[in-house]
């Protein structure tokens, strides 16, 4: 277990060399202490070009088990999201873990819960302890998508000016998708321990 800035403790998992959270990240603070602003309304997140925060479908409700959904804006800010020891995982950090489980094909069900998901919930089997589960995400328009279907984090590592790389799981399939999208996304954020 280890404990956030705000006080929330969170299980971990190790997966092979890494030490990943088993949950997802549900800050509102910076690992200074600095308040991230919450966003409700859809008109200011689209405007947004600094960190900030929400609940899937911006109800508190979800946040328990679903945590926050961040801008990457909020995962780069230089205050640190992460707990101390820990940051957020950059692309690189992603393909170890992926490597490991098997490749692409393989290692989305074995990062999937097999609880919450809907069905068919293909290939989940949770082996390796990540239990991610489907807490959709926010677009640029400050519109919710795919809340239990799909889940996506954050990678720290930039595509381009104004893209940053994310991963995808879904109900429908076993493998993981990475991909890149506007840094004014909310995802999930999952955090690695420093090595």
């Known amino acids: 277990m280890i ?31 600095d308040i991230i602003p919450q966003v409700r309304d859809a008109e200011e997140w689209k405007d947004l070009t600094t960190g900030a925060w929400c609940y899937s479908e911006n109800d508190a409700v979800n946040g328990k088990a679903y945590g926050k959904l961040y801008n990457w804006y909020a995962v780069n800010d230089s205050r640190g999201l992460a707990p101390e020891g820990w940051h957020i995982p950059t692309k ?73 790389y994310f991963y995808n799981l879904s109900y429908l399939y076993k493998n993981i998708l990475g991909s890149d999208s506007s840094k004014k996304f909310g995802l999930s954020v999952r955090c690695l321990k420093d090595s």
Request: proline share 2%; charged share 25%; hydrophobic share 30%.
């Open 92 to 164: 690189e950090d992603w393909k170890i873990l992926i490597d490991f489980l098997g490749g692409e094909i393989e290692a989305g069900g074995k990062l999937k819960d097999t609880k919450i998901w809907k069905s068919p919930n293909k290939g989940a089997t949770n082996e390796s302890g990540f239990s991610a589960i489907p807490g959709g995400f926010r677009n640029v328009a400050g519109i919710f998508n795919e809340f239990t279907d799909e889940c996506y984090f954050w990678s720290a590592s930039e595509s381009s000016f104004d893209y940053a």
């Open 3 to 33: 404990t956030d800035i705000e006080g929330n403790t969170y299980k971990t998992v190790k997966i092979g060399s890494q030490e990943w959270l088993a949950e997802n990240l549900n800050t509102c603070r910076y690992r200074n202490g």
